[in-house]
């Protein structure tokens, strides 16, 4: 099994990678539902993330806001999820985040797209990977029916009308996976941020080997949910009940506004991320309900790496920044 391909965040590396293209093969075979179902073992690696706030049934923010309108009770079924599909998870146990200054936090945003008719639809969630690039999911960016957005507001360390920065994008980019085949394997895409962020280190992510994800013990995924109150980003934690070449799944519950999300595991100081938020369960021969992200394969590394460069590229006659 080949190792990790992980990022360096802004450390000197290589030249820039391949251009971005999309796979062409159809789906690898799946990994058996025996191997991906098993719990991970104790001495399991990937770190738990402590620094989470209020669960959704004590965060007086959340109880002020669910008294003023109809809400399901804790168990019962939960809004529709991501791409309009019913909500797969029965139990919420999403927790608020307050501390949206502080890492890993602060290296989320959330993502608003407006339209060539000027009117903002579909917002989401997205993830800092450079100075001047944050990854989301495709559907944020280029919508079948109307095409690209006309520009895409980014909001940094936002909890509620508060926020650490504001920024508005220079560039979109995408795959053709998506743009073209409409293909939910390929939803994903970046952002190139016109000014940089001033924030103080960014995500790293991994292309990680299917024996090192059937180890992990501790998945976390965090966005910027409708279903909550506006402007407040909640996240959740759980181990992956199954993957293939293309997909992560999950249990870990989520809403509309959370796509392009960060799903990543924690390494000592590092936040790692593994896949990128698109969707409620779509099939795909899972027996329980569950979530899933893009997963980050070696393609999808190297287009990161790409639009990574295209947002900063190296000084003449120097390394990569």
Known sequence: MPPSRLSRGHDPGPGPPPPARPAADPLAARVSNAAARTPPPADGWGDPELTFGDDAFTDPVYLSWLASRKY??????????????????????????????????????????????GKERGGGTGWLIGRRTVVTAGHCLFDPSLGWAARVEVYFGRDEGARQSTHVSDRLHGVVGWTRDHDPRYDYGAVLLAEPVRADGCFRYAAEPDDRLRGLRAA???GYPSDRPPGTLWGASGPLIDFDRYVLRYRMPSAR??????????????????????????????RDPANQAVRITPDVYDNLRAWEELAEPPPAGGPPR
């Open 220 to 222: 976390h995924h965090v």
């Open 257 to 286: 506004g959370q796509s392009g999300g960060p799903v990543f595991y924690k390494a000592g100081d590092d936040r790692v991320v593994i896949g990128i938020h698109a969707y409620a369960d779509r099939g795909g021969g899972v």
């Open 72 to 117: 399901p009770a804790k168990g019962e079924a939960e809004d529709p999820g991501d791409g309009g599909d019913p909500g797969p998870v029965s139990s919420d146990f999403r927790q608020r985040v307050v501390v949206t200054d502080q890492v890993p936090w602060r290296w989320v945003c959330s993502v608003r797209p407006v339209w060539a008719d």
